[in-house]
């Protein structure tokens, strides 16, 4: 149990996630336990140069051929963003008394591999912090990989927070990022697991054959077919038979496009379709039946996906933006959330989360 904390923080969190687009921040006051506020959030996108190089260094880890060089400049060119988005931040700020007390720096995911205890984020703590002149949390998976968990998903006990007070019933909220991961809430029970493939896949077709970074609203997804067959065979990889807790990595999907022969729109269909299914698949997982579904991250912008959780799942399908919460930030808010948890020692992850021994704590702290 965490214990009454007096001190109420002024954190930002900076959240840069599977999806690889850009950064999201936001700045809340919280005790680590409940939050006080939400002052204000800004995002960017990325240089197209920059989304190049990220992706280069996932393929890199994947391949086991780093050039370290290039990697020690690209987080310093990351971490030069970050600032940018946070100078914006308090630049938005109209309290002049605010005074900023610490930074949840997730960086940016570029290969994933719990197997392996290894979860790469790309950053420069030191640097922020330096320039900044506001202390760091960084490096918030490390611990719980190399405690037997799946450093993944982290965001759990801050949807406890944010969203446990609006439902008397047992809820699922699910966040569509580059991956879907589902948490279920209850008042005895918190659970929580990655569901499958988010955007990833349908943002790495829309790019190639579109010269899009997404799917707009899911307007490619509605002209195309699904094909049924490869469906099928989507559907068949063993990760849908692993039982909770589990996490995957951006590029785990991908082996299969190599093997598709669809026309461009019937396999953005195919795959915002699988994403739906994937998310409703993993229903079967959660303890008791929920008759609500919450979502957020950038997939709930994605119509045609919402419109297929909720015909697939036959459960009432919200969007959180509908009941007061800006889904596009809620993990940047929840790295905010998680950097005090942190530095009181306070538990960010739970054997049911994330398959850790243990509830534990995690992040290294970075001072000016």
Same mark, same amino acid.
């Given at each position: 149990?965490?214990?009454?904390?007096?001190?109420?923080?002024y954190?930002i969190?900076l959240?840069?996630?599977t999806?690889?687009d850009?950064?999201?921040?936001?700045?809340?006051?919280?005790?680590?336990?409940?939050?006080?506020?939400?002052?204000?959030?800004h995002?960017?996108?990325?240089p197209?140069d920059?989304?190049v190089?990220?992706?280069?260094?996932?393929e890199?880890?994947?391949?086991k051929?780093?050039?370290?060089v290039?990697?020690?400049?690209?987080?310093? =060119?990351?971490?030069?963003? !970050?600032?940018?988005v %946070?100078?914006?931040?308090?630049r938005? +700020?109209?309290?002049?008394s605010? /005074?900023?007390?610490?930074?949840?720096?997730?960086?940016?995911?570029v290969?994933?591999s719990?197997?392996n205890?290894?979860s790469?984020?790309?950053g420069?703590?030191k640097?922020l912090?330096?320039?900044?002149?506001?202390?760091?949390?960084?490096?918030?998976?490390?611990?719980?990989i190399?405690?037997g968990?799946?450093?993944?998903?982290?965001t759990?006990?801050?949807h406890?927070?944010?969203?446990?007070?609006?439902?008397?019933?047992?809820?699922?909220?699910?966040?569509?990022?580059?991956?879907?991961?589902?948490t279920?809430i209850?008042?005895k029970?918190?659970i929580?697991?990655?569901?499958?493939?988010?955007n990833?896949?349908?943002?790495d077709?829309?790019h190639e054959?579109f =010269?899009?970074?997404?799917? !707009?609203?899911?307007? %490619?997804?509605?002209q195309?077919?699904? +094909?049924?067959?490869?469906?099928? /065979?989507?559907m068949?990889d063993?990760?849908?038979n692993i039982?909770?807790?589990?996490?995957?990595?951006r590029?785990?999907f991908?082996k299969?496009?190599?093997y598709?022969?669809?026309?461009?729109q019937?396999?953005?269909?195919?795959?915002?379709?699988?994403?739906?299914?994937?998310?409703?698949?993993?229903?079967?997982?959660l303890?008791?039946?929920?008759?609500k579904?919450?979502?957020?991250?950038?997939g709930?912008?994605?119509e045609?996906?919402?419109?297929?959780?909720?015909?697939?799942s036959?459960?009432d399908?919200?969007i959180?933006?509908?009941?007061?919460?800006?889904?596009?930030?809620v993990?940047?808010e929840?790295?905010?959330?998680?950097?005090?948890?942190?530095?009181?020692?306070?538990?960010?992850?739970?054997?049911a989360?994330?398959?850790?021994?243990?509830?534990?704590?995690?992040?290294?702290v970075?001072?000016?």
């Amino acid at each position: 149990m965490c214990k009454k904390n007096v001190k109420k923080f002024y954190s930002i969190g900076l959240m840069s996630g599977t999806s690889m687009d850009g950064i999201d921040a936001s700045l809340i006051r919280t005790d680590g336990i409940m939050v006080y506020d939400f002052v204000n959030n800004h995002s960017i996108e990325y240089p197209n140069d920059i989304k190049v190089k990220i992706k280069e260094a996932s393929e890199q880890f994947i391949e086991k051929k780093v050039n370290w060089v290039n990697l020690k400049k690209l987080k310093r =060119s990351l971490a030069m963003l !970050n600032s940018v988005v %946070i100078k914006e931040i308090l630049r938005k +700020n109209n309290d002049p008394s605010l /005074t900023v007390d610490l930074i949840g720096y997730h960086g940016q995911t570029v290969y994933h591999s719990p197997l392996n205890k290894i979860s790469i984020q790309l950053g420069d703590p030191k640097y922020l912090s330096k320039v900044t002149k506001i202390p760091v949390i960084f490096n918030f998976r490390i611990c719980d990989i190399l405690n037997g968990g799946q450093g993944a998903p982290l965001t759990p006990i801050y949807h406890s927070a944010r969203f446990n007070q609006s439902f008397q019933d047992p809820v699922a909220i699910v966040n569509i990022g580059g991956i879907s991961n589902m948490t279920y809430i209850d008042n005895k029970c918190l659970i929580a697991f990655d569901a499958g493939p988010g955007n990833c896949l349908i943002d790495d077709v829309m790019h190639e054959y579109f =010269s899009k970074n997404y799917d !707009n609203q899911g307007t %490619i997804a509605s002209q195309g077919d699904v +094909n049924l067959e490869f469906l099928e /065979t989507l559907m068949t990889d063993n990760f849908f038979n692993i039982k909770p807790p589990k996490s995957l990595d951006r590029s785990y999907f991908h082996k299969y496009l190599k093997y598709s022969s669809l026309s461009p729109q019937d396999l953005v269909s195919t795959l915002s379709y699988f994403t739906a299914n994937a998310i409703v698949h993993s229903l079967k997982y959660l303890p008791t039946r929920v008759n609500k579904i919450i979502i957020c991250g950038g997939g709930s912008k994605n119509e045609y996906i919402t419109r297929k959780i909720s015909q697939l799942s036959k459960k009432d399908t919200i969007i959180a933006d509908s009941i007061g919460v800006d889904s596009k930030y809620v993990e940047a808010e929840a790295f905010a959330y998680l950097a005090v948890r942190c530095l009181l020692n306070y538990d960010i992850t739970y054997p049911a989360t994330t398959g850790v021994n243990a509830p534990m704590s995690g992040g290294s702290v970075f001072k000016p």
